[in-house]
């Protein structure tokens, strides 16, 4: 993710920052490493984590200096509309969406205070990273002011704060089955419900969500 020397971005409470301090470009990475990047982490049903426990993380970056993901199903009693009124945007003129009452998500403790945009690529933010076809990370608050607009990205998930593992971490709490992983699919990202995000993205790996949960009850 590149910095820009004209983006704009904000400080306190739902503010955008580039977290590209702790987290290198993703070819930064071997080939042989592992590379989690668009995929989804799932908590097992046996973590009692009081952060993580039952949540799925999108990661956004993975490489030799860590991972970088956003929880996409704990969502926090702020709306977007909420956040609007917070850093000073307000919607165009006879711009309706529903979008602005759609809640913020707890994204991770990382940088908790500041804001961090998942959306459809397409838009020239100044601070902004393509994951794939289907999914950018932004940190810059451009992409807010093209929302408030009308010409923002059509598909979005805000988040405060982010996820973060040193190098290493996340691979040693895999390999204690503290996560599941499976490639991402955006429709579950953007589009369904938040309740029903982390059964299905269970289901994704073909996985029966009762049998998981009574095979953790018994380990």
């Given at each position: 993710?590149?910095?820009?020397?004209?983006?704009?971005?904000?400080?306190?409470?739902?503010?955008?920052?580039?977290?590209?301090?702790?987290?290198?470009?993703?070819?930064?990475?071997?080939?042989?490493?592992?590379?989690l990047?668009?995929?989804?982490?799932?908590?097992?049903?046996?973590?009692?984590?009081?952060?993580?426990?039952?949540?799925?993380?999108?990661?956004?970056?993975?490489?030799?200096?860590?991972?970088l993901?956003?929880?996409?199903?704990?969502?926090?009693?702020?709306?977007?509309?909420?956040?609007?009124e917070?850093?000073?945007?307000?919607?165009?003129?006879?711009?309706?969406?529903?979008?602005?009452?759609?809640?913020?998500?707890?994204?991770?403790?990382?940088?908790?205070?500041?804001?961090?945009?998942?959306?459809?690529?397409?838009?020239?933010?100044?601070?902004?990273?393509?994951?794939?076809?289907?999914?950018?990370?932004?940190?810059?608050?451009?992409?807010?002011?093209?929302?408030?607009?009308?010409?923002?990205?059509?598909?979005?998930?805000?988040?405060?704060?982010?996820?973060?593992?040193?190098?290493?971490?996340?691979?040693?709490?895999?390999?204690?089955?503290?996560?599941?992983?499976?490639?991402a699919?955006?429709?579950?990202?953007?589009?369904?419900?938040?309740?029903?995000?982390?059964?299905?993205a269970?289901?994704?790996?073909?996985?029966?969500?009762?049998m998981?949960?009574?095979?953790?009850?018994?380990?």
């Amino acid at each position: 993710m590149k910095k820009s020397k004209t983006g704009k971005s904000l400080s306190g409470h739902g503010s955008l920052q580039d977290p590209t301090d702790r987290v290198a470009p993703s070819g930064a990475m071997g080939a042989a490493a592992l590379n989690l990047a668009n995929h989804f982490l799932i908590a097992m049903p046996s973590m009692q984590d009081p952060i993580f426990g039952g949540t799925v993380v999108y990661v956004c970056e993975h490489n030799e200096n860590g991972v970088l993901g956003v929880v996409i199903n704990k969502p926090t009693d702020m709306t977007m509309q909420v956040l609007f009124e917070r850093i000073d945007l307000k919607l165009s003129a006879g711009l309706d969406t529903p979008m602005v009452n759609e809640p913020i998500m707890f994204g991770g403790p990382v940088q908790d205070d500041r804001g961090f945009v998942l959306h459809t690529p397409g838009g020239r933010y100044s601070s902004s990273l393509t994951v794939t076809d289907e999914v950018a990370f932004t940190t810059s608050i451009d992409v807010l002011e093209a929302v408030a607009s009308g010409a923002g990205p059509q598909r979005l998930l805000v988040s405060i704060g982010y996820a973060g593992w040193s190098p290493g971490q996340l691979e040693d709490e895999i390999g204690r089955n503290g996560w599941l992983t499976v490639g991402a699919d955006a429709d579950i990202l953007f589009d369904l419900p938040i309740e029903e995000r982390y059964v299905a993205a269970i289901k994704l790996l073909g996985i029966d969500p009762l049998m998981l949960a009574s095979e953790a009850g018994h380990a």
